[in-house]
Each structure stands twice: as C-alpha cells, then as structure tokens.
C-alpha cells in the first residue's frame, strides 16, 4: 500500500527572528504525491519510506523496523539547512507492507522508487529491515539503460546471502538480486563493507565466493579509509557505471546502534564510516540509497535513529 506524506512527519524548531539563515530541514522540505504524474526532479533529493518488518519476522530477527521510517524522519528534521541553493528536499511518502504481504510490498517500492528514478530523483529509501533491498532493487532494474553496469555497495555485518526457501526475507535479498541479474543475463557487482566473520556462518562465505562477492572484513575498516580499502573502493567503483548504496545499521557498534534486530558489539565507529561515504558520494555514480534495520523499540535515546540522520545529512552534502 502506497500512502502520500501527510505532511506532518517533517517538524521541529523553528526561530523566526533568524530568517533565512535559521531554517531546518522541516522548513525547507518539498511535497511529492506518487499516486499521479511526478515533475521532473533534475537531480533533486527524495525520500521514500518502506514501513516493513515482515522480512525481519521471517529471518527470525526482532520485529519493529516498521517504525524506522518515522525515527528518521523525525530524527533528520532539525538538520540545519546548508544545501547548496540549487538543491531541493522531497518527501514522497510511505510504501506500507500490510499483514505478511511482503512481496507485493516490495513489487510497489519498485514502482515508486522506479518512477522517482526515471524523473531523475536521488532517492532516499528509509526502511525498514533488509528486505527494503530486493524493492529497491526491482525500481533500479526497472530504471536503467540496458547497457548500464550497476554496482551495489552495501555497509552491513552480514552479506544477506541467505537461501529465499522457502520464502524471502531480510537476510536474502541480495542473492534474490544475484538471481535476477543472473536470470537477465547481467553482471552481478557486490561489494560489502563491514563483514563481521563470527556473523556470518561458512555456507554464506562460500556463496558469496561463487558469486563473485567482493568484501572488506570490518576489522580492515576500523581505521576508515586506509589506502588499501580505498583502492578496493575506486576499483570497484570503476568498474560499474551507477551504484546503489545500502546502509544496514547494524554495521555499527552496539554502542552507536543499539535500536536493530542484531547489534554488533564488535562493529564499526561511525568516524570509519564518513570518509568512505564521502568517497561513494562523490564518485558522481551514486544513483540511490537506501537505510535500513533501524527499530526504534530497542533504540536507546534516539541514538541508532539520530545516527542514521547524520550519516544522510553528509551522504546529502557530498552527493555528486
């Protein structure tokens, strides 16, 4: 189910006295409905929600990334307003998974996300569990040339590479997009960054290297962007031609990212994270993101939720 904003998820503090130079990112925040025709976004920022944690039940995680979307909206909010003037912040709503219809969820978060694309949006998907990926996905397919290489880049603990039988989840959407590019006799191009091994059992280690997989394991990364992590990075990056960025929050430490279904004790600072962000923004091949696994019922003092708001703000200013 697809349900337009209504305009009350974007608010915060507001000073007057300061005017123009006093505004947030509630202030400045622009409507899109895509229930009908979209205007043409000519490089413009939108963001999308996906209220869904059915992927989540099913990989037997703790439920309660449905909310996620809201907690980053609200968290992204007060954000100060230093957007260049040529851009412009878009809310286009919420794609809503009713009951245990996963599927047919993530068949509409391709449409929307697709037709935002096509318009020539950056786009934003603000999930939900893992599961927002094969969604996000079927709207990046749906988008692009055919003789477009893709590259997805994904921040995670875990390579999310699990079997989908007898049904998907939020542990396998990136085999179900293996499968499709394999199906559409495309090029499978995956990067992962954050790989913590004790998360990730020997059979998920052995797909991904018949799958090609390419990864950084998090204790490489603990010290951010190193000349041998951006090597892979660049490398990676120059052999595709648009990439999909996916940002799992469970790639952070516990300490960071308290509010996911599977905290990582061991994980990563968000200060390793920035520069690589930076690097992946700025190649001028980003086409769109997604931020996932946030449950704000285990979240401690907004803290996982505010995280995510930061690492969007500076995704935003960087983006090329």
Known sequence: ?????????WKGRIDPQDGALGLRWHQVMQWLDLSGEVPKGEGQVAFLGFSCEEGVRRNQGRVGAADGPAAIRQALSPMADHLPETLRLFEAGEVICTETHLEEAQAQLGRKVAMLLKQGYRTIVLGGGHETAFGHFQGIQQSL???ERLGIINLDAHFDLRSYSPQPSSG?????IARALEAAKQEFHYLCLGIQEYGNTRKLFQTAAELGVQFVEAQDLQFGLTDMVKQ????FLSGVDKVYLSIDLDVFAAAYAPGVSAPTALGLPPQAILPLLQEIAGSGKLLT???????PKLDIDNRTAKLAAGLIYHLVQKWR
């Open 289 to 295: 993101v997604d931020v996932v696994e946030l449950n």
């Open 145 to 147: 040339l055919p003789q």
């Open 172 to 176: 396998s959407p990136f085999l179900q």
């Open 232 to 235: 892979k990075v660049q490398q």
């Open 1 to 9: 189910m697809y349900k337009p904003s209504d305009k009350t998820a």
